[in-house]
């Protein structure tokens, strides 16, 4: 079972931040937060991922609570091609046995005109 | 592109029928990982190899086997098909860089059992 909650979507227009929030409340503390999201049927891509301190990278930024039991992923602006299904996932970030992606339901972003 | 390359891109088969999908990872990458999504189930884990050994399964039924090269592709083999085999069908890469590793999807198999 997913480890996280997310709400099923949710939209913003285009050009603004859209922030997209996750619930993670029984994280452990070798797990990390990452975030994939799915364009279509098109294999997910990964987006950024973090332990405890804020990450940003080209695409993303990541805001992870003090306690870990929440993080917020942000797209400074978004586009239309932003419109995705977006998943958090919480996971043990080496390659052993269980190292596997447990995918949710996620949320559906729709970035609108 | 992630680099993580999948073949074919779209199957066609009949009901009983034996297919094999392959995936040529990362340049690298050492692990593997395969994932099926189907319309009711989401996207689900399969099965993982690293440098050419099992290391964990997940949902993956006894008609279906994997295995991974020496030269680290690995295919995915699914016989006996059934309709609810129709799926999407993704490979995964990894490599462990420092304290962490990140996987990196290629773009996929159809798969469709008439």
């Known amino acids: 079972d997913a480890k996280t909650t997310q709400p099923p979507s949710m939209d913003c227009a285009e050009g603004r931040a859209a922030n997209l929030p996750c619930n993670h409340s029984?994280?452990?503390?070798?797990?990390?937060v990452y975030w994939y999201r799915q364009i279509h049927s098109q294999g997910p891509q990964y987006i950024i991922h973090g332990l405890k301190n804020n990450e940003t990278n080209e695409m993303a930024s990541l805001i992870i609570t003090e306690d870990r039991k929440s993080s917020t992923l942000i797209l400074p602006h978004a586009t239309l091609r932003d419109t995705a299904v977006y998943y958090c996932i919480v996971r043990v970030a080496h390659t052993g046995a269980n190292s596997k992606l447990t995918f949710g339901k996620g949320i559906t972003l729709s970035v609108r005109p | 592109d992630s680099g993580v390359t999948q073949t074919p891109k779209h199957l066609i088969t009949a009901t009983g029928q034996r297919v094999t999908l392959r995936c040529s990872p990362r340049?690298?990458?050492?692990?593997v990982y395969w994932y099926q999504q189907s319309l009711d189930q989401g996207l689900q884990f399969l099965i993982q190899y690293y440098n050419g050994e099992e290391r964990a399964k997940g949902n993956i039924l006894e008609r279906f086997s994997a295995q991974q090269f020496p030269d680290l592709h690995s295919e995915l083999n699914l016989s006996s098909l059934e309709l609810g085999d129709s799926a999407l069908y993704f490979c995964?890469?990894?490599?462990?860089?420092?304290?962490?590793?990140?996987?990196?999807f290629g773009p996929g198999t159809r798969l469709t059992v008439l």
């Open positions: 029984t994280i452990s503390g070798n797990e990390y």
């Open positions: 995964a890469s990894s490599t462990r860089i420092g304290g962490t590793d990140t996987q990196y």
């Open positions: 340049s690298g990458d050492l692990s």
